[in-house]
């Protein structure tokens, strides 16, 4: 992957929604590259998509965390080890965007997650809440409260 061309933005996403992710690299003076994850080892996951309604928007600087963990103690041969913490915000630097979605990988760990969700809703009111989830690809509408709606 060693390249004259200076490189200049990274994205990862989930292009096939199969839980892998894939990355893309901006670069200044050349067509941008993509790497698509094709692992044939992939272990569990958990991704979110995090959605709000259009009207109002999230108040400017504020950030959504979002922790995933295993409901019960960790065990080395089944359970992700610890928590692991996510965190979004609009972006950063000259034009950066960010998606609204958080991957966390549980690797060989199928059992239900504890997820913990806050975020400030369209009047910047701090809301918090805990939603137990399958592994796999979640859709959340965060209000007052984190609803799941069905994928189309």
């Not at 959605?51 to 041969?77: E, F």
């Not at 809301?127 to 409260?145: A, E, F, I, K, Y």
Request: charged share 15%.
């Amino acid at each position: 992957m060693c390249t004259p061309i200076p490189s200049r933005g990274v994205a990862t996403a989930d292009t096939l929604g199969d839980g892998r992710l894939d990355f893309a690299i901006a670069r200044q003076y050349g067509p941008p590259a993509f790497y698509a994850n094709e692992s044939p080892n992939m272990g569990a996951y958990l991704g979110l998509n995090l959605y709000r309604p259009v009207a109002g928007g999230a108040p400017a600087g504020r950030a959504w965390k979002v922790s995933a963990a295993p409901p019960t103690a960790p065990r080395p041969d089944h359970h992700p080890k610890g928590t692991q913490i996510s965190q979004l915000d609009g972006g950063s630097g000259s034009g950066g965007k960010r998606s609204f979605e958080v991957s966390f990988g549980l690797g060989s760990y199928h059992g239900p997650v504890t997820v913990h969700l806050q975020w400030h809703d369209t009047q910047g009111q701090l809301r918090q809440q805990t939603v137990t989830l399958s592994p796999g690809t979640h859709n959340l509408v965060l209000t007052n409260t984190a609803q799941e709606v069905p994928s189309r």
